[in-house]
């Protein structure tokens, strides 16, 4: 069965940092490329940033390059994003994606609150 689980979201004022983690299971994770997308309310769904199977490319929004930063440990087939200078428009339901081929998978998503 595969799963995507998502944690480490919260409440953090403006400035702040957050990790975010992502558990994998049920697939071999090592082939596949890993996102992190976010929704917040009243808009689509947009891409934050996406790592891929082996850890050596990385690509980021215009929005959030310079402060978050995604990784994977394929060792322990999990993803992060790590989120610094947050600021109240970074808030939204994170969510973690795996894609191979075919194969695209969703998490149930994280909550990210920034507000003071």
């Known amino acids: 069965q595969v799963q ?3 944690s480490g979201g919260g409440l953090v004022q403006p400035g702040g ?12 994770f090592r082939r596949y ?10 808009k689509e769904r ?8 082996d850890g050596g490319s990385t690509n980021y929004a215009d929005s959030v390059k310079g402060r ?3 990784s994977r440990d394929n060792a322990k087939n999990t993803v ?3 989120m610094n ?13 795996a894609v191979f081929a ?8 994280t909550q990210v609150t920034v507000s003071s």
């Open 80 to 82: 992060y994003l790590q």
């Open 102 to 109: 075919s194969y695209n998978y969703w998490g149930q998503g």
């Open 17 to 28: 940092s957050l990790r975010l983690s992502c558990a994998a299971s049920g697939f071999t």
């Open 4 to 6: 995507l689980v998502e």
């Open 85 to 97: 200078s947050l600021k109240p428009e970074d808030t939204a339901v994170y969510y973690c994606n």
């Open 46 to 53: 947009e891409l934050v940033a996406t790592i891929s199977s």
């Open 68 to 70: 978050f930063t995604i």
């Open 33 to 42: 490329a890993m996102s992190w997308y976010r929704q917040a309310p009243g």
